[in-house]
């Protein structure tokens, strides 16, 4: 059975920073593509970053460049999200997910863990 499962979210103010864990369990971790999404309220879900499985691919929302950073621990089946200079605009639910080249969609989703950003 595939579990994604989110952990680190939590609430903060503006300026500050947070680091989510996406842990795997049931699937070959290392094989994969793997991304955070969030869904603020009222708002589509929309993508923030995502890594291929060595890590040397790695791509990011414009609304979080330079203030994200998307890494991964293949022997721990596990990702994250570090978020720093945080802004009451990344208030959302966010979401690990993952998926296996070269399949563009993303199969597996996490339950997510809410991120508030207080001003």
């Known amino acids: 059975q595939v579990r994604l499962v989110e952990s680190g979210g939590g609430l903060v103010q503006a300026g500050g920073s947070l680091r989510l864990s996406c842990a795997a369990s049931g699937l070959t971790f290392s094989n994969l593509r793997m991304g955070w999404f969030r869904q603020a309220p009222g708002k589509e879900r929309e993508f923030v970053a995502s890594m291929n499985w060595s890590g040397g691919s790695t791509s990011y929302a414009d609304s979080v460049k330079g203030r994200f950073t998307i890494s991964r621990d293949n022997a721990e089946n596990t990702m994250y999200l570090q978020m720093n200079s945080l802004k009451p605009e990344d208030t959302a639910v966010y979401y690990c997910?993952?998926?296996?080249?070269?399949?563009?969609?993303?199969?597996?989703w996490g339950q997510g863990t809410q991120v508030t950003v207080a001003s």
């Open positions: 997910a993952s998926r296996r080249p070269p399949n563009k969609n993303y199969d597996y």
